[in-house]
């Protein structure tokens, strides 16, 4: 079984000279306790390319000190890591490399850099004996896995043993106010010419100083998926000029760049979200499914609203892949949006009216459609469907299906795509207010829903290109969608009380108030309904459509 922690902390250069000052006094530190000297020894796994090392993932196997075993470090945000830990083996546990699938895509993860540590801690304490922090004088030895097997040894190809020092301040306790105290121990370090560490991380500088180092560009796959390189298929794809030479090549081109930059920077940047989201969704990070779920309908719905650059023929096989993973993870996260609803609609009624074991119902209900969606989402994560639907994304990336309008102006072709998009919702929300009252009027509000949605998207994506007019369309969208969105609420809520009253009346506890909450989405659906017109009055105004023009 993994265990996380949340690690905070600073790096700081050091050599033979270095004395740590007195530390005791600053912010709320009372005393400072030596924890003596501990002997680490680290082997650093990656792809052969450095995938992880790019992304600012590390993932090694250590022995020695407190905390022997595997450890997977993730990004969350500046100064920020979650180390998930596992127990020692000899191979990488699956628990940690199921984290960076997404990341490693088909490679092998080998041994790159070895590293030993010969570490002096220092304990930070307050008045009350509680720890706030750790410092610890680290002597390092670095060298390439498998070149050298101990500190000293020469290394080969040019590879060579690194040797440096450093000190590590780690916040260990004391909540939010204790994060104050990184900068109190930097000043103080700083006094006595102490710096902050040039390189994020030991194996950073461990790949730097041996010779081996961190991911370039080169790998243009890992490249587009971080948003780098492509130099080359922009040049051949926009008709650009190579550097040095006279010329944009670039048809329209304009300060706003060509819609080809503005539509793979918005797919670029989709993308990128799916991949960092993939270790969230496996750990159920809250609201992470649904975040996922949402790039994943950005993705599909830019394929669909910039045909004038991609070429639908190629990206339209790929949006029907995106559409199944919106639909897995659509089931954990309609579990989410659905839960949460009955549990605010019981709270709501009155206890005279909460006849049976209403609350204990709903529970056994939401537990049993939690597990079976917590199921499907993780085997839709481990399945090969969903991996080599991340491959053909970098590989459409990595070498864009662009179309002659990719080359036109951004603004231009951005207006033209939510203008058409805006057209589509403008014909859906007629057919709808026009539709007779029941299901019939259901189904086509869930589908002018749908084509809110496209449409808000569309012009989030224009916004690089079109500016405010672009974000307050969207604002003003994103209502109509928001309106839409409960009324569909409303029906799915509608079929799982039916579900739920007959599951209650089976057990001879009476269906009454799920009944009266049927009863309750029945008029909540119909004020919506009613509300429909307004809302799309003020959306729909023509000069929210003319100011989106270039």
């Known amino acids: 079984m993994a265990d996380t922690v949340r690690e905070i902390e600073r790096k700081y250069e050091a050599d033979s000279t270095t004395?740590?000052?007195?530390?005791?006094?600053?912010?709320?530190?009372?005393?400072?306790?030596?924890?003596?000297?501990?002997?680490?020894?680290?082997?650093?796994?990656?792809?052969?390319?450095?995938?992880?090392?790019?992304?600012?993932i590390t993932l090694r196997r250590r022995t020695g000190g407190r905390d022997a075993g595997?450890?997977?470090?993730?990004?969350?945000?500046?100064?920020?890591?979650?180390e998930i830990r596992a127990p020692l083996s000899d191979v990488p546990p699956p628990e940690l490399t199921s984290l960076v699938r997404a990341r490693v895509l088909d490679r092998d993860l080998v041994p790159v850099v070895r590293l030993r540590t010969r570490r002096t801690v220092r304990e930070l304490r307050d008045a009350a004996g509680a720890p706030l922090a750790e410092v610890a004088v680290d002597e390092v030895w670095a060298w390439p896995a498998g070149e050298a097997e101990k500190p000293g040894a020469a290394g080969v190809a040019g590879r060579t043993e690194?040797?440096?020092?450093?000190?590590?301040?780690?916040?260990?306790?004391?909540?939010?106010?204790?994060?104050?105290?990184?900068?109190?121990?930097?000043?103080?370090?700083?006094?006595?010419?102490?710096?902050?560490?040039?390189?994020?991380?030991?194996?950073?500088?461990?790949?730097?100083?041996?010779?081996?180092?961190?991911?370039?560009?080169?790998?243009?796959?890992?490249?587009?998926?971080?948003?780098?390189?492509?130099?080359?298929?922009?040049?051949?794809?926009?008709?650009?000029?190579?550097?040095?030479k006279k010329g944009s090549g670039r048809k329209g081109a304009g300060k706003k760049g060509t819609a080809g930059d503005?539509?793979?920077?918005?797919?670029?940047?989709?993308?990128?979200?799916?991949?960092e989201l993939d270790?969230?969704?496996?750990?159920?990070?809250?609201?992470?499914?649904?975040?996922?779920?949402?790039?994943?309908?950005?993705?599909?719905?830019?394929?669909?609203?910039?045909?004038?650059?991609?070429?639908?023929?190629?990206?339209?096989?790929?949006?029907?892949?995106?559409?199944?993973?919106?639909?897995?993870?659509?089931?954990?996260?309609?579990?989410?949006?659905?839960?949460?609803?009955?549990?605010?609609?019981?709270?709501?009624v009155p206890g005279t009216l909460r006849l049976g074991p209403v609350d204990a119902r709903l529970r056994i209900w939401s537990e049993r459609?939690?597990?079976?969606?917590?199921?499907?989402?993780?085997?839709?994560?481990?399945?090969?469907?969903?991996?080599?639907?991340?491959?053909?994304?970098?590989?459409?990336?990595?070498?864009?299906?662009?179309?002659?309008?990719?080359?036109?102006?951004?603004?231009?072709?951005?207006?033209?795509?939510?203008?058409?998009?805006?057209?589509?919702?403008?014909?859906r929300v007629r057919t709808a207010l026009d539709a007779p009252a029941g299901q019939d009027r259901d189904v086509a509000l869930h589908r002018a829903r749908k084509a809110a949605k496209r449409t808000r998207y569309a012009a989030e994506a224009a916004r690089p290109a079109l500016g405010r007019p672009a974000k307050k369309f969207a604002k003003r969208v994103k209502r109509v969608q928001q309106l839409l969105g409960d009324h569909q609420d409303s029906v799915v809520a509608r079929g799982a009380l039916r579900e739920l009253a007959t599951q209650a009346q089976q057990a001879g506890e009476g269906g009454f108030t799920f009944g009266l909450l049927y009863g309750r989405e029945e008029a909540r659906a119909a004020d919506r309904e009613r509300e429909l017109p307004r809302v799309w009055r003020k959306a729909s105004r023509r000069k929210y459509r003319a100011a989106l023009r270039p």
């Open 369 to 427: 459609h939690r597990a079976e969606s917590r199921d499907r989402v993780l085997a839709t994560l481990d399945g090969d469907r969903y991996l080599a639907l991340l491959k053909t994304l970098h590989a459409l990336l990595e070498d864009p299906p662009l179309r002659p309008g990719a080359g036109r102006p951004a603004p231009e072709i951005a207006a033209r795509a939510v203008l058409k998009d805006y057209r589509r919702l403008a014909r």
């Open 70 to 82: 595997w450890h997977l470090k993730l990004p969350a945000g500046p100064g920020e890591r979650e």
């Open 279 to 348: 270790p969230a969704v496996r750990r159920d990070v809250p609201d992470s499914v649904h975040r996922m779920r949402v790039a994943t309908r950005r993705l599909r719905s830019a394929f669909r609203s910039y045909t004038k650059v991609l070429d639908r023929g190629v990206t339209a096989p790929v949006g029907g892949e995106l559409k199944w993973l919106a639909a897995e993870l659509g089931v954990e996260r309609d579990r989410e949006v659905l839960t949460d609803r009955l549990v605010t609609a019981v709270a709501d």
């Open 262 to 275: 503005l539509v793979l920077e918005y797919v670029r940047e989709q993308l990128r979200v799916i991949v």
């Open 162 to 244: 690194a040797r440096w020092r450093e000190i590590e301040v780690e916040l260990t306790g004391g909540g939010e106010r204790a994060r104050g105290l990184l900068d109190e121990v930097e000043r103080a370090l700083a006094a006595v010419g102490v710096h902050p560490a040039a390189a994020p991380s030991k194996l950073a500088r461990a790949l730097e100083e041996t010779g081996l180092r961190p991911a370039r560009p080169e790998d243009r796959t890992a490249a587009v998926a971080s948003g780098k390189g492509g130099a080359a298929t922009r040049r051949k794809n926009f008709g650009e000029k190579e550097p040095g």
């Open 19 to 56: 004395r740590l000052p007195d530390l005791a006094g600053i912010d709320r530190v009372a005393t400072v306790v030596e924890q003596g000297v501990e002997d680490l020894d680290a082997l650093y796994y990656d792809t052969p390319d450095q995938r992880l090392t790019a992304a600012g």
